[in-house]
């Protein structure tokens, strides 16, 4: 089986992995030029852990991997107002990881199988009773039996099949970013604990990171969902005056290309999958930042949602509800949004667990 998957971020990646370790044909497409340097500390564990376990990919994950046993909510003085104890924050196993370090954990392990292509868009898609085409910008067209659009919350794959991002994406009424810098002093005053300031209706967060860098986290009230044409501009126009070491840190904000910045949105929509199309990761099921754990839904995603048996054997078969972790939204008595199929073709793949059972 072919499959083309948008999107070579966290969810991307895992699918890739699953697919290719089954025997599957995998095409990877990314429309960013190579893997990006930005993003956040992201506290991972769960059943995202679970599935990186089970990957053969933990050791490497541990690698990269920083344990802050602290977190300290500070004052403008910098001295500690509340302190949370990180092994509260999930039962069993937690690690903390930059969002761009996993990234790289996942593509350096990618097998060598999978045909990876970065600075590539999408623009078009037709599905046709015997598979779908992907178009991309350089009016190259892609034929698979499955297209997976596991491309972020701004999803491509989603617009072009599924209607445009505003029916589905919900503005939380906040504005985040995140960027790393060089400061000594900075470094020094956060190291060992990760630090998030005692502040209302804006909050800035610090991490040390073990070459010598800061991360620095950002969140803000914002009713508008637009971004600001100059989003370091806009994170020393919301901070100013925080206190603290912030006035180090918008001192030493990098460029916008180094910055990442976003409005905080959930996504929602009511099935995840139309045809020979399947949505995966913040691209189906954006939980925001602020919830946390997509890092862990999009790799458990990727690891669990897998296609498998021949199309001849699954024909015999009564169409079945794509599950509510691979193609459809459960509804509240349990059961899932039907995928549906021209009548007498061949049906997408139908995805199962990780065991082997229907999902």
Not at 5 to 31: D, F, K, Q, T, W
Request: glycine share 12%; proline share 8%; net charge neutral.
């Amino acid at each position: 089986m072919r499959t083309v998957i948008c999107g070579a971020g966290i969810s991307g990646l895992a699918l890739a992995h699953r697919l290719a370790a089954e025997g599957g044909e995998v095409v990877l497409v990314e429309r960013a030029p190579g893997r990006r340097p930005q993003g956040y500390m992201i506290d991972f564990f769960g059943p995202g852990l679970e599935a990186v376990e089970a990957m053969g990919l933990l050791p490497a994950f541990e690698r990269a991997a920083y344990h802050y046993e602290e977190g300290h909510l500070v004052g403008a003085d910098g001295r500690p107002r509340a302190t949370v104890l990180t092994k509260s924050f999930a039962r069993g196993r937690l690690m903390s990881m930059m969002r761009p370090d996993i990234e790289a954990v996942l593509a350096e392990h990618l097998p060598a199988e999978v045909e990876l292509h970065y600075d590539t868009a999408l623009t078009g898609v037709t599905e046709r009773p015997d598979g779908v085409s992907a178009t991309l910008a350089d009016g190259t067209v892609l034929d698979a039996d499955l297209l997976v659009g596991a491309d972020g919350i701004h999803s491509t794959v989603r617009r072009l099949v599924f209607g445009p991002e505003e029916r589905y994406l919900r503005h939380l009424g906040l504005h985040t970013a995140a960027f790393t810098f060089d400061a000594p002093d900075v470094h020094a005053a956060t190291e060992h604990a990760f630090r998030l300031t005692d502040s209302v209706d804006r909050q800035m967060g610090f991490y040390a990171l073990r070459d010598g860098r800061v991360a620095a986290f950002t969140v803000h009230r914002s009713a508008d969902p637009a971004l600001p044409g100059d989003p370091r501009a806009e994170i020393r126009r919301a901070y100013a005056g925080l206190g603290w070491v912030t006035p180090r840190a918008l001192e030493q904000c990098p460029p916008a290309e180094e910055i990442y910045y976003d409005q905080v949105a959930q996504i929602e929509l009511p099935r995840w999958s139309s045809g020979r199309v399947v949505l995966l990761g913040d691209a189906a099921y954006a939980v925001s930042l602020i919830a946390g754990q997509g890092a862990s839904l999009g790799i458990a995603g990727g690891r669990t949602c897998w296609p498998t048996g021949s199309c001849a054997c699954r024909r015999s078969r009564r169409p079945s509800p794509i599950s509510s972790g691979c193609g459809g939204r459960s509804s509240p008595n349990g059961s899932a949004t039907p995928a549906r199929w021209p009548a007498g073709s061949c049906p997408p793949p139908r995805p199962t667990c990780g065991s082997g059972a229907s999902c």
